[in-house]
């Protein structure tokens, strides 16, 4: 039933589309931004196994096949007839693009190649850093960053925070007043510095985004290692999630692992908390099953949410999609429910939930 | 034969038997305090698969009945001779109510409904601000404070804290001195705050407690939204279990989840630390059995307790009793043990390591 | 196949070979420090069913023999037999020595027992602690500990830090200038202290071992009590990783549990850090091949390591080593792989990680 059930994949990114050779093609499957050292691959590992799984058969390959022979084939066929296949074996009917990393294929294109609708994710931090690079004065930071997000958002299904990246989750939650606000905007003027770490001003842009009115994801839990993990962890931010429930704006705590379950409990407790799957399912590989059932312990089912986090390979769209729909099969087998209950729980997990919550 | 063995609920609260609407049954069945948002349902969860499954036979309809039925057949019952139905298939022996929370049906009352013998579980905040509501000076409050629990607990088997709620478990854990005592509640009673939130206070309380002897019940882990979830971790009070472990008063860590691996190996480094699975296993639905091994990774055997932390509904004694009854049995199910080995640990965990710890 | 295959053990400890009695025996099951309260045996646990399962057979007893039964048959074989019968059936290939702890068989003639090849492993604190008590000037501790550390080292495999037991992993980890670390030592030996705990010296035991060039192990997560939890969770240290990752010195986690997922994705986005089951295993009974998968869900496959942290009894290294085989092929077992990737993957985790790590 879930093969045949078009995902809804609520946070994803461009796809590039040049020739890779096998270390290239490696360092996309990874979240390592660093080479290996001898000895290691980073395609001898969750993501690796998972990739030659799902993604072999949609090039005309059997299962598991080894790694040279795919990426043999993959370049036989050429990356963008690759990249087609593997987006269209994805079954995906809606995709919710963050802009805010580059690749050749990314926008409603990427979405078409899909085969899917689009609608766009706004990354905050990209927006108030293009605000200040175009020499606003720091008393007009606030309303021109206000401006521009309304300006960048108006089509968006969504706007997103790197907070995590940026300072960590462990951040004074409290609106900063216009004047602080200015005041930090100054320094980082003075400074110019490029990249935007101020807290004042990063939670800042979470205030003006609950202002605007769209869902806000969020990131949360493990990625490349510019973040802090221990400061990653969803419940940190409790007291911000109190605060803003009475505007009702949605919160969805991207990844979230190694602290799901954590993230569930948010979740259980405040109306307006999401949590997504994304990124985790796509490099657990075999463990995938065993994870998500762990999203599923406290939520309300009309909680959880699916996306791939997919980025610069297409096959990590493929990889995504196919370890949800597995990983979802197994636990609604796994589990004690009425054969209703279980379909109309894939189909919310799957879009429905999304698309209610993103008003798609 | 887990079937036929009476448990020992060594930790629940008082039950309504109002008649409920759908909504007012479904804020019982879970920790959220406030209302789901639209396209959300707090049944729709872990919670509310495992009353269907668990509580629908106690009312003669088929597990897994939709929730509109199971309410339509309650209420055809009546609240309250459901109430007494749920409670008896439980499969009770003995119940310890901690008497701190209001509902029609508490005390031996509520025992007696359950088939099951009786005892308090003492509230130590309750007491607390009792003596402090009361009027008495500050220099007298510790002297106060010391026969007022030592009156409320004379025929209790246990005193509980509810430190995560009231501060977090990040507590300085040395033993305040009388002066302290005195000046925190003098400026407590100058305040005219009614909710004990002081850590000086708090951490009498705990002290108090210890010189009386009975054993400690821990709030640890997650509940409803009032904690701060990484601060109700119980390896943050590390210390204070080394500390009063001469005094060898037992202190059980309540719930502990998502921190109970970290609870088990407290249990396992620390004799006088135990941990009980009470609201952990009512609220996650097809997912306890996995989690309940987990509480079995680290700790002794007989360092391990049941309770259903059961609030509100009778139906949450009968989930809390089933959920751990199936749990267990997979677990015994699962783990390479010679039969004797595994009866032996169902009757450890079912009542017989309460009845030592509680003396019952 | 995994029974075949002899484990390279990373990190192992001396063992005992008096004559033990029951209590004495169960003393060296735990990590327990102080003995266990009434009503409760360190037997009665996870351990000691992984004890009765695993080492009642190479004493000739049944597997799951009751513990009173096997201790008889352990004392009429006598310990030095039933140690080396244990040793033998651990089937190991080669033995890392932390020789830091005492113990009645330890070094080449532990190895030569269990019929292994032996390296040692330095443990940092023990050499320094040496240096200081031989009363070397403050201004001299800097070279004069990078000298003994060389000496010490010289045929080593690894060195160990026990930063968790000593301060905790929420460390400063940038190098501590050489004036500061005379100021230090010159506090530590005017207050003529033993045990190091001073952070500045403990971070400088570090660096120095940095330029060692040796890997370098670290206690991460569990043990015995006289850690502090929180405090050991190997995402701490993060900063420190980074920093030496231009080094190629390999840092390998031991232990991590709970943290073993903090741990994986450690080892996922750092070139410079693996990570070791050590301990867990021995310590989880039935739970470990759980346990085991989720090392395994973020790690490259090359940077997960075998170790059983084997200390006291020769039935830990029986018990370390069983518990990983059957782990180990249970995971194999459930996972969607080729033949030819599971065998590959064991080999690497049995052996062959290790090898190249530890250049033997």
Same mark, same amino acid.
């Given at each position: 039933?879930?093969?045949?059930?078009?995902?809804?994949?609520?946070?994803?990114?461009?796809?590039?589309?040049?020739?890779?050779? !096998?270390?290239? @093609? &490696?360092?996309?499957? =990874?979240? *390592?931004?660093?080479? /290996?050292?001898?000895?290691? #691959?980073? +395609?001898?590992?969750?993501?690796?196994?998972?990739?030659?799984?799902?993604?072999?058969?949609?090039?005309?390959?059997?299962?598991?096949?080894?790694?040279?022979?795919?990426?043999?084939?993959?370049?036989?066929?050429?990356?963008?007839?690759?990249?087609?296949?593997?987006?269209?074996?994805?079954?995906?009917?809606?995709?919710?693009?963050?802009?805010?990393?580059?690749?050749?294929?990314?926008?409603?294109?990427?979405?078409?190649?899909a085969g899917a609708r689009y609608a766009e994710v706004v990354r905050l931090e990209t927006v108030a850093e293009r605000v200040l690079a175009a020499g606003v004065p720091a008393?007009?930071? !606030?309303?021109? @960053? &206000?401006?521009?997000? =309304?300006? *960048?958002?108006?089509? /968006?299904?969504?706007?997103? #925070?790197? +907070?995590?990246?940026?300072?960590?989750?462990?951040?004074?939650?409290?609106?900063?007043?216009?004047?602080?606000?200015?005041?930090?905007?100054?320094?980082?003027?003075?400074?110019?510095?490029?990249?935007?770490?101020?807290?004042?001003?990063?939670?800042?842009?979470?205030?003006?985004?609950?202002?605007?009115?769209?869902?806000?994801?969020?990131?949360?839990?493990?990625?490349?290692?510019?973040?802090?993990?221990?400061?990653?962890?969803?419940?940190?931010?409790?007291?911000w999630y109190a605060m803003i429930e009475p505007t009702r704006v949605p919160i969805v705590l991207l990844h979230c692992y190694p602290y799901h379950r954590q993230a569930g409990?948010?979740?259980?407790?405040?109306?307006?908390?999401?949590?997504?799957?994304?990124?985790?399912?796509?490099?657990?590989?075999?463990?995938?099953?065993?994870?998500?059932?762990?999203?599923?312990?406290?939520?309300?089912?009309?909680?959880?949410?699916?996306?791939?986090?997919?980025?610069?390979?297409?096959?990590?769209?493929?990889?995504?999609?196919?370890?949800?729909?597995?990983?979802?099969?197994?636990?609604?087998?796994?589990?004690?429910?009425?054969?209703?209950?279980?379909?109309?729980?894939?189909?919310?997990?799957?879009?429905?939930?999304?698309?209610?919550?993103?008003?798609?």
């Open positions: 039933m879930l093969d045949d059930l078009p995902l809804l994949d609520a946070h994803c990114h461009a796809v590039t589309t040049a020739d890779l050779d !096998a270390d290239g @093609f &490696a360092r996309w499957c =990874t979240e *390592a931004s660093t080479p /290996a050292p001898p000895g290691v #691959s980073y +395609l001898d590992g969750p993501a690796g196994l998972a990739v030659r799984r799902w993604c072999a058969p949609a090039l005309d390959l059997p299962a598991h096949a080894p790694a040279p022979d795919y990426l043999a084939r993959r370049a036989e066929l050429g990356a963008p007839s690759a990249t087609r296949r593997l987006l269209r074996a994805a079954n995906l009917g809606e995709l919710l693009v963050d802009t805010g990393l580059p690749g050749d294929l990314t926008g409603p294109a990427l979405a078409a190649a008393a007009d930071f !606030a309303p021109a @960053f &206000a401006d521009a997000l =309304t300006a *960048a958002a108006r089509e /968006a299904a969504a706007v997103k #925070s790197i +907070l995590a990246y940026r300072h960590g989750l462990d951040i004074d939650p409290e609106r900063p007043s216009r004047r602080e606000v200015t005041a930090a905007a100054g320094t980082w003027l003075r400074a110019g510095a490029r990249r935007l770490t101020d807290p004042v001003l990063l939670r800042h842009l979470l205030w003006t985004a609950v202002d605007l009115g769209r869902p806000i994801q969020l990131h949360t839990g493990f990625g490349d290692r510019d973040l802090a993990l221990p400061r990653s962890d969803p419940s940190l931010l409790q007291r409990w948010l979740a259980h407790v405040y109306p307006n908390v999401y949590i997504d799957v994304g990124l985790t399912l796509t490099h657990t590989g075999p463990r995938a099953a065993a994870i998500l059932a762990e999203y599923f312990e406290l939520a309300p089912f009309a909680k959880i949410l699916y996306s791939s986090d997919a980025y610069g390979l297409a096959e990590l769209y493929l990889v995504g999609a196919a370890q949800f729909r597995w990983a979802l099969s197994t636990l609604l087998n796994d589990w004690w429910l009425s054969r209703a209950d279980a379909e109309r729980l894939a189909r919310a997990v799957a879009a429905d939930n999304a698309r209610r919550v993103y008003r798609r």
